[in-house]
T-cell receptor
Framework: DTGVSQDPRHKITKRGQNVTFRCDPI?????LYWYRQTLGQGPEFLTY????????KSRLLSDRFSAERPKGSFSTLEIQRTEQGDSAMYLC???????????FGPGTRLTVT | QKEVEQNSGPLSVPEGAIASLNCTYS??????FFWYRQYSGKSPELIMS????GDKEDGRFTAQLNKASQYVSLLIRDSQPSDSATYLC???????????FGKGTRLSVIA
């Protein structure tokens, strides 16, 4: 399978714990995006990278959230001191710089209890 | 603030009919427009992209764009029960910049 992959697919954590998600983009896609989706809503942009450079962060992204893409390949999204409001589907997408279509991975569903 | 508006539905159509899904966007300088299909519990799947005014057809799907009216639509011909899903309209300012999504329209195709 050469699509976008995400790990884990499901995560249940207690409030106050830290969690980290991983995204592996489609090979040779140099742009990588993180979105968050809650029930009944469309995905909301969080942050994105071109290669290893983080180009933009949404105002939705509080200081508890951090993302990196150290070698321009996979990316990680960390949430510190999780809150119940962080419960959502975290989606990763990738695109090739010369093309506009973004392709999504299967998502990581986070439940904060 | 950039907004993308869609009727949340549900839109119910009989099998074999044409389903028409609509979307309006607020940022006049938007350049790229996409339709994604999302089955319950799954991630969005890209089904159509359109960048210039007019129609673009791909199989049973036709995307229509009218930049003057800030309006995008998706037509699904010969609707099948397997088309039952939520359809998300997404817009970006240019190229591969972040997408702004609508809340989606839930389509139900009745056999």
């Amino acid at each position: 399978d050469t699509g976008v992959s995400q790990d884990p697919r499901h995560k249940i954590t207690k409030r106050g714990q830290n969690v980290t998600f991983r995204c592996d983009p489609i090979s040779e896609h140099n742009r990588l995006y993180w979105y968050r989706q809650t029930l009944g809503q469309g995905p909301e942009f969080l942050t994105y990278f071109q290669n290893e450079a983080q180009l933009e962060k949404s105002r939705l992204l509080s200081d508890r959230f951090s993302a990196e893409r150290p070698k321009g390949s996979f990316s990680t999204l960390e949430i510190q001191r999780t809150e119940q409001g962080d419960s959502a589907m975290y989606l990763c997408a990738s695109s090739f710089a010369g093309e506009y279509e973004q392709y999504f991975g299967p998502g990581t569903r986070l439940t904060v209890t | 603030q950039k907004e993308v508006e869609q009727n949340s539905g549900p839109l119910s159509v009989p099998e074999g009919a044409i389903a028409s899904l609509n979307c309006t966007y607020s940022d006049r300088v938007s350049q790229s427009f996409f339709w994604y299909r999302q089955y319950s519990g799954k991630s969005p799947e890209l089904i159509m992209s359109i960048y210039s005014n007019g129609d673009k057809e791909d199989g049973r799907f036709t995307a229509q764009l009218n930049k003057a009216s800030q309006y995008v639509s998706l037509l699904i011909r010969d609707s099948q029960p397997s088309d039952s899903a939520t359809y998300l309209c997404a817009v970006s300012l240019s190229g591969n910049t972040p997408l702004v999504f609508g809340k989606g329209t839930r389509l139900s195709v009745i056999a």
